[in-house]
Nanobody, 124 residues
């Protein structure tokens, strides 16, 4: 069992930055691939970024490539999403997820555990 708790969301102006954190608890949490997804009102939950359990592989949605960076700290069992050059289109609830196979998947159906989400609102 893995518990995931996101933090770091908030209100920011367009062009600004935020860093989201996802703290994972559980004996083998560091062996999971981790991902970030987001869901805007009335929209499907969509993939944002993922990182393999080794940290060597990262994946990004085209819409955030070059602006967002995913990373992980094994000592803290925490995954981060650094978000720069934010636009109103980035407004959504952001969810952290853990992938048992460790690869860092891009499909939400590949993830086994989910956090409760954190709201990110970007004003124009």
């Amino acid at each position: 069992q893995v518990q995931l708790v996101e933090s770091g969301g908030g209100l920011v102006q367009a062009g600004g930055s935020l860093r989201l954190s996802c703290a994972a608890s559980g004996r083998t949490a560091s062996r999971y691939g981790m991902g970030w997804f987001r869901q805007a009102p009335g929209e499907e939950r969509e993939f944002v970024a993922a990182i393999s359990w080794t940290g060597r592989s990262t994946y990004y949605a085209d819409s955030v490539k070059g602006r967002f960076t995913i990373s992980r700290d094994y000592a803290l069992n925490t995954v981060y999403l650094q978000m720069n050059s934010l636009t109103p289109e980035d407004t959504a609830v952001y969810y952290c997820a853990a992938d048992l196979w460790g690869s860092g998947a891009t499909m939400k159906s590949d993830y086994d555990y989910w956090g409760q989400g954190t709201q990110v609102t970007v004003s124009s």
